[in-house]
């Protein structure tokens, strides 16, 4: 009986090991794949860009990032050098196909290539349909669809003419399953997994790698800078503390690593979360029944009224709900995420 105890001891020892082993040789073949690497990031001045650059920044990749705002971009960028990450921040507005060209020539010309784009920047406004306008939807599709568009456009020759290169896609679940009073968001982000599905087929034959990578509710501190319509102060209440529950969000710097790791192994799509995952699995098998609950949902959502179609910042938004206990995780990452200005 001892040495029966000894043997499964031994078994269950050596699988430890062997366990671990893979984990860090995984570990280090990751570092090793991106050390020296030039990876570009928009949206990379606050929440998941930030945290996408530091993970980037920590396996030894060159970083730039991007933004509308020059003092976020002063702030993500001298967070970054703290870390000893070797990064540069450049002001601009991916929704300017002139803006884009000027960004990646900068890059060039300090760094010579682009390995990895990843398109990130994002905008998000909550609230019923009713208070949406047309300008919402252009503002959209401008910032998820056309933004990526004109980014890719511009590294794809260069990464033809090395025969390879990755590019990320930033989408999101919502992307995959339209979420009420999320609706242009949604427009915007089915338009980029479309793009984003599309260019991983017909780029597989030049060498360049395209993932898709749709994440549910993630404590980014995102919604302070989200806008929202409406009963604002409720929209964001509901919003804020939902992306602040652990057991349906996820921690931001848990989901760079996952899309970093996506990235590495050369993964076409990948789902960040459980909610994600669990969501789109069930849209996809049952979305009649999944339609049906989304439909219950919106029930509870805040009705029209309020401030109507003005846009008003999540900053300005808070009651007694939010910020609150409910939503500590979500303002500690805002302020690790630079989303506090």
Not at 247 to 257: F, K
Not at 267 to 293: D, M
Request: glycine residues 8%; aromatic residues 6%.
């Amino acid at each position: 009986m001892s040495s029966n105890w000894r043997k499964h001891a031994l078994t269950i020892l050596g699988a430890t090991a062997a366990s671990a082993a893979v984990y860090w040789a995984r570990r280090k073949a990751a570092t090793s794949k991106f050390e020296g690497s030039v990876v570009l990031i928009t949206g990379g001045s606050r929440g998941l860009g930030l945290e996408l650059a530091r993970e980037w920044g920590a396996k030894g990749a060159r970083v730039a990032i991007c933004a509308r705002t020059v003092k976020d971009l002063q702030r993500a960028l001298a967070a970054l050098h703290d870390e000893d990450i070797e990064a540069m921040a450049i002001t601009c507005d991916v929704t300017s196909r002139h803006q884009v060209k000027q960004l990646v020539q900068h890059v060039l010309r300090r760094w010579g290539r682009i390995d990895v784009l990843v398109n990130n920047a994002g905008i998000i406004q909550v609230g019923p349909q009713q208070c949406m306008t047309s300008d919402d939807y252009e503002a959209s599709l401008d910032t998820h669809f056309w933004g990526p568009l004109h980014t890719i456009e511009q590294v794809l020759p260069l990464m033809r003419r090395r025969g390879q290169g990755k590019i990320v896609n930033i989408a999101s679940i919502g992307g995959k399953i339209s979420v009420p009073h999320l609706l242009p968001y949604s427009v915007g982000k089915f338009a980029l997994v479309g793009l984003s599905e599309g260019l991983s087929a017909e780029l597989a034959k030049d060498g360049i790698q395209v993932t898709t990578v749709c994440p549910g509710l993630m404590r980014t501190g995102s919604p302070r800078n989200a806008l929202f319509k409406s009963q604002h102060r409720a929209e964001y209440a509901w919003f804020s503390i939902c992306a602040s529950l652990p057991l349906i969000s996820i921690n931001s710097r848990r989901a760079a690593r996952q899309i970093v790791r996506a990235c590495w192994l050369g993964r076409r799509q990948v789902n960040v979360s459980a909610g994600a995952k669990i969501g789109t699995r069930l849209h996809h098998v049952f979305p009649e029944a999944s339609t049906r609950i989304l439909d219950m949902v919106n029930r509870f959502l805040p009705a029209p009224g309020g401030v109507g179609r003005i846009n008003v910042r999540g900053e300005q938004s808070g009651s007694v709900w939010s910020p609150s206990q409910l939503t500590w995780l979500n303002e500690r990452a805002a302020v690790r995420n630079n989303e506090i200005r």
